[in-house]
């Protein structure tokens, strides 16, 4: 089966780095995504990792490891309005036409 | 910036009706996308649209869903006799290619209600 895992909630405040892990089963992984999700609004993409190691845009930063079927989006600077759902998912079967999505990290940035 | 556009952005309706999401992808985007997100759930696939063909699908997708590209440049999803628990948001997306996740593109979501 294909499952992803991360943690329900995190609570972190303002200029606070915080870290948000993912680990996901799957056959035929193809990248691992983050999406940013505002009170049910549209998913917004944040970052993509197909390789191991980090990527870097501005203050998120995404990292894959693909032999621990893990990665995690790094906040830094963090502000206020930062304060999302934080999902990660995996492309399936060798392609990105179906993504399967975690549960999602709800993000609290408190002053 | 180009953005998919979806309507309505919000429908209420009697269960056992027939409900028809739209959606406008992005225009140069080729593959074209229906998601679904209980509330306070994870977003859920539900199909993928190509060439004006279905290319994947959940097992959510039954066959009381359709989808249909009717013109150049609408995407619509079909429920035919609506459940309760057919209640959801609805995300339409748009990519232009298939092989990276970072071109996805979300609407802003229909959110159906069925009562």
């Known amino acids: 089966g294909q499952s992803l895992e991360q943690p329900s909630e995190v609570t972190a405040v303002e200029g606070a780095i915080v870290q948000i892990n993912c680990t996901y089963q799957?056959?035929?992984?193809?990248?691992l995504s983050w999406y940013q999700q505002h009170d049910g609004g549209a998913p917004t993409f944040l970052s993509y990792?197909?390789l191991d190691g980090l990527e870097e845009t501005g203050r998120f930063s995404s990292f894959l490891s693909r032999s621990d079927s893990y990665g995690y989006l790094l906040l830094q600077e963090l502000q206020m309005k930062d304060s999302a759902s934080y999902f990660c998912?995996?492309?399936?079967?060798?392609?990105?036409?179906?993504?399967?999505w975690g549960l999602g990290t709800s993000l609290a940035v408190n002053p | 910036e180009p953005e998919v556009t979806q309507t309505p952005s919000h429908q209420v309706t009697q269960m056992g009706q027939e409900v028809i999401l739209r959606c406008v992808p992005i225009s140069n985007h080729l593959y074209f996308y229906w998601y679904r997100q209980i509330l306070g759930q994870k977003v859920e696939f539900l199909v993928s649209f190509y060439n004006n063909e279905i290319s994947e699908k959940s097992e959510i997708f039954d066959d009381q869903f359709s989808v249909e590209r009717p013109d150049g440049s609408n995407f619509t999803l079909k429920i035919r006799s609506t459940k309760l628990e057919d209640s959801a948001m609805y995300f339409c997306a748009s990519s232009r290619g298939q092989v990276s996740g970072n071109t996805i593109y979300f609407g802003e979501g229909s959110w159906l209600t069925v009562v």
């Open positions: 990792n197909a």
């Open positions: 998912a995996v492309g399936n079967a060798g392609n990105n036409r179906k993504l399967i």
């Open positions: 799957t056959s035929g992984f193809y990248g």
